[in-house]
């Protein structure tokens, strides 16, 4: 995950596998929750990867749902990835 580009933006997590807009959207995406934790979802296809109560925790679970052959970003846009 560290090899991936992060956006942030209204206390949201984004993580891209490329530098350039429109990001990828097939990377998990860490809502804050206002009663604690975060909801994890995949925008792609729209799925709930779940809900936790730590940052690691949502790490975790990120980490666990990349795409395969998932690598470093690129520098470019989606259609370089």
Do not use: F
């Amino acid at each position: 995950m560290r090899q991936l580009y992060p956006l942030v933006g209204h206390g949201v997590l984004y993580l891209g596998r490329c530098t350039q807009w429109p990001w990828t959207r097939d990377v998990g995406t860490a809502y804050p929750l206002v009663k604690g934790g975060y909801r994890v979802r995949r925008e792609s296809d729209d799925t709930l990867l779940g809900e936790v109560d730590t940052v690691e925790e949502t790490y975790e679970l990120i980490a666990a749902n990349l795409p395969d052959g998932c690598g470093p970003a690129v520098d470019g846009s989606p259609d370089d990835v």
